[in-house]
């Protein structure tokens, strides 16, 4: 083995523990599961357990989604991902404090959209074609909806939801905002990931066009869901998803109202 190639493969091996999840995100686990049990066993209060099962649950998605553009990048020639720390899971390495975990929260409760949270600093030229470049951007929705899927087995081998009303509303509500998630960050505007999965493909004037909608694009989004008509086709769109995985929409609502427990 040459020298050139003994640096390439120190540069591309991944340290011992690389893939370790981090003590931070195990913590969020724990939150996510002690609340899911409080829920199930109606102990408490019904309003606090749904609210902190939802929201915290919204977190772990929030590390999940970047993760999988980081190892998508991993395996697709950005190596500089595992010195940055995005392959252990831990929140703090991609996520700034308010930008990443307070206003996206602030958003959800609100408004009941899910904001991009967490954002990994990826280095493009590092990838070695278009494609991979596409499928980093991609991955992030793709683990939305493959946690969707996965909370929704239950309902979909149906489940008497009616037994533990207050955790399968819960988990209905979750469902919801991972399909939302993902159908939110598909749409192909500057800064959301179906955007971003766009933008290799373009040219160079549709590029700086791109760059200069970008800050401002997902706060018109946001907005354009949130006041106006066009609403209706896409949430319609979600509860025709949830539909499909027989996850009620009365659930749903009962589910959203206790996460939003102020607007009673």
Request: a neutral charge.
């Amino acid at each position: 083995m040459s020298y050139f190639d003994r640096d390439y493969y120190t540069r591309t091996r991944a340290p011992r523990g690389t893939f370790v999840p981090s003590p931070v995100f195990f913590g969020i686990v724990a939150v996510w599961v002690a609340s899911g049990a409080l829920a199930w066993t109606e102990s408490g209060n019904d309003t606090f357990n749904t609210f902190v099962f939802v929201v915290d649950g919204w977190l772990l998605t929030l590390c999940l989604h970047e993760y999988a553009h980081a190892v998508v990048a991993y395996f697709g020639g950005d190596y500089g991902v595992i010195n940055r720390g995005y392959l252990k899971l831990n929140p703090i390495k991609y996520m700034h404090p308010f930008l990443s975990i307070v206003l996206p929260v602030i958003f959800l409760v609100v408004g009941g959209i899910p904001l991009p949270g967490g954002a990994v600093m990826i280095d493009h030229h590092q990838l070695r074609n278009k494609k991979w470049d596409t499928m980093v951007s991609l991955a992030g929705p793709g683990m939305n909806v493959l946690f969707a899927l996965i909370l929704a087995i239950p309902f979909v081998v149906g489940v008497d939801f009616l037994a533990h009303p207050v955790f399968w509303s819960a988990l209905a509500t979750l469902i919801w905002i991972e399909v939302l998630a993902a159908i939110f960050n598909l749409i192909p505007v500057p800064g959301l990931d179906g955007g971003n999965a766009l933008y290799p493909w373009l040219s160079y004037d549709w590029r700086r066009g791109f760059d200069a909608v970008r800050p401002y694009a997902v706060l018109v989004v946001f907005l354009l869901l949130w006041q106006t008509r066009i609403a209706a086709p896409f949430y319609n769109f979600v509860f025709w998803i949830l539909e499909k995985l027989n996850v009620p929409e009365f659930m749903v609502f009962y589910g959203l109202a206790k996460v939003t427990f102020w607007r009673r």
